[in-house]
């Protein structure tokens, strides 16, 4: 989960030592809002891609969601999966004609 971020330069917050003045500005409210509906929306993508038992079908639901950002290793991590059951479940994607593997370490879904 991504750490908040204020939406806003400090200039206009307006804290008069107290955090909850920064909420007075409303166009600082609705951004903050904003971005605590998004992070709550990808936590809950997460535990539902995360609750699927088959490690082929959490690996189609991560590619799907696009959270192949970086390493394969890395990808596992976010899926909680091992790197052997995540190359195995892409290597089952790939021959099934699911996902597509250019080279090394690239997997897109097939059009």
């Given at each position: 989960m991504t750490p908040m971020f204020?939406?806003?330069p400090a200039s206009r917050l307006r804290?008069?030592?107290?955090a909850t003045a920064a909420f007075a500005d409303p166009a600082f409210a609705r951004a903050y809002g904003r971005q605590a509906a998004q992070q709550i929306q990808a936590q809950r993508?997460?535990?539902?891609i995360v609750g699927i038992r088959r490690a082929e079908d959490r690996v189609m639901a991560g590619l799907i969601a696009g959270l192949?950002?970086?390493s394969i290793v890395e990808f596992a991590?976010?899926?909680q999966l091992s790197?052997?059951?995540t190359y195995r479940a892409l290597r089952?994607?790939?021959?099934d004609g699911r996902v597509m593997n250019p080279s090394r370490g690239i997997y897109?879904?097939?059009p």
């Amino acid at each position: 989960m991504t750490p908040m971020f204020c939406p806003l330069p400090a200039s206009r917050l307006r804290l008069k030592g107290n955090a909850t003045a920064a909420f007075a500005d409303p166009a600082f409210a609705r951004a903050y809002g904003r971005q605590a509906a998004q992070q709550i929306q990808a936590q809950r993508q997460m535990l539902e891609i995360v609750g699927i038992r088959r490690a082929e079908d959490r690996v189609m639901a991560g590619l799907i969601a696009g959270l192949l950002e970086g390493s394969i290793v890395e990808f596992a991590a976010r899926l909680q999966l091992s790197h052997e059951a995540t190359y195995r479940a892409l290597r089952k994607l790939v021959q099934d004609g699911r996902v597509m593997n250019p080279s090394r370490g690239i997997y897109h879904l097939h059009p």
